[in-house]
Each structure stands twice: as C-alpha cells, then as structure tokens.
C-alpha cells in the first residue's frame, strides 16, 4: 500500500470580503503547491464557509464533475440548464459541466453561515451534455457503515457521476473499525476526517487531515474517537 499524509494544517486558505472562507486541499485560485495538485483524477476538495447573503455570481466551468455536499445550512443555486432550488443539507448534488455551464451559488439564510464541500474530478468522458442532479441521503443509513453518494453504477443508488469514481460518507462511533474495498481496479482512495479522528495503519487522521491511499485493494479504518469520513475514490496515473 502506497499512502500520502495531507494535514489539515497545510491546506491553502483564503478569505474574501467576510463573506468567503476557504480552505483548499489543493491547488486553487492564488493558491498553490506543487506538492498539492490534484490525486488521481481528484482536483478539488474545497471545504468552504459562506456568511448569510454571500455566494458566488454565475460563472462558467466546463469538462469537469463538480460535487456539492451541504453540512450545514442551504445552497440556492441557479444554472444554464433551468434548474433552480435549495441544496439542502443531507443532499449532495452534482453537475457534469461538459461542454460548458453557467451557474451561481448562494447563502439564502439571513442569519447563519453556510458551510458545505465542493469537490472536482476529471470526467472520463470530454465534451458531454451538461447534466444536474440532486438527491437527498439519511444520515442513519451511514452509521458504522459506508454510504455511497456518487458513483457511475445505477444499483449504488447515489448521484451519477461521469467517470469511474465514488464517494462514500460514514459515521464510525469509537472504537469500531470499517472497511473500504475499491470499486475500480488499481483506483486510490482520499480518505478525509470531516470530524473527529481515525487510526489507518500507524497514521493517526484527525479532524480535516486527510490521507490519499494507492496500489491495494482494502483498507481498514479504526476510530479512535466518534468519526464523521468522507471517501473518495477516483482512477490513479497508470
């Protein structure tokens, strides 16, 4: 097994106007790091938090999957393809933006902050036709065990993404140890603690460290202490 340890501590952060705070696991806007530039087919996880009434106007992207997932508060998001609505949180939403898509995102509380992830991956396939979807998940179906949220294979029941990717959420109470088998043969996983801390070998993961796994099918996770994770697994340079 190949790993490598990211920590919390050595994201890249970022503060707009008061309304913007970010944390970037890598390279991003005028951040960045040559050792920190994407994993695999993984080029973005940004843990974001908007202060109510802040967001970002319409903006293009093209030929990328992009993921929303709320953990606090709502996203009222609007784009080129007609939809428009809350992202909640338990929703994870994704837009395949393909040849190209225009969209905004914002805070609508008028009182509390928004926090949420958005991650990118490389498509599989380039130039296809802008695509959204949204779906609402139970935390409860999450505990002690993975939650799939996104991934290309209808029977997984998460959102549809354009590439052999997936991501999974799990809750693992103390003490209890989990395992994730890749998916897609010779795939590496990012494993990220959203919250509390986890054992993976001799690597102690605590909150917002991460770890980007390689070259096994299998890997084992201990919670040393109640442990929100977020798994991302995504096709490795061959």
Do not use: C
């Not at 996983?189 to 070998?201: K, M």
Request: aromatic share 8%; proline share 4%.
């Amino acid at each position: 097994m190949k790993s490598i340890f990211y920590k919390a501590n050595e994201r890249g952060h970022a503060e707009h106007g008061g309304w913007l705070k970010s944390n970037f696991s890598f390279s991003f806007a005028e951040w960045h790091d040559p050792k920190r530039v994407h994993f695999g087919a993984l080029r973005v996880l940004n843990d974001d938090s908007i202060a109510s009434g802040g967001g970002f106007g319409m903006h293009p992207h093209d030929n990328m999957e992009i993921v929303t997932i709320p953990t606090r508060g709502s996203v009222a998001h609007k784009d080129s393809t007609g939809t428009d609505g809350l992202i909640h949180t338990g929703d994870v939403q994704i837009m395949s933006a393909g040849t190209g898509i225009r969209h905004s995102e914002y805070n609508p509380s008028a009182t509390d902050a928004l926090e949420l992830f958005q991650i990118w991956v490389f498509p599989k396939l380039r130039n296809v036709k802008p695509r959204y979807e949204q779906k609402s998940f139970n935390p409860a179906e999450r505990i002690n065990q993975w939650q799939v949220v996104v991934s290309p294979d209808t029977a997984e029941n998460g959102v549809l993404i354009n590439q052999d990717a997936r991501l999974s959420l799990a809750q693992l109470d103390e003490g209890k140890t989990l395992s994730y088998k890749i998916k897609f043969k010779g795939s590496g996983v990012y494993l990220f603690v959203i919250e509390g801390e986890v054992e993976v070998g001799k690597q102690i993961l605590q909150k917002r460290d991460a770890l980007g796994i390689s070259e096994t099918d299998l890997l084992e996770i201990k919670a040393s202490k109640n442990a929100q994770l977020l798994a991302i697994e995504v096709p490795m340079p061959s």
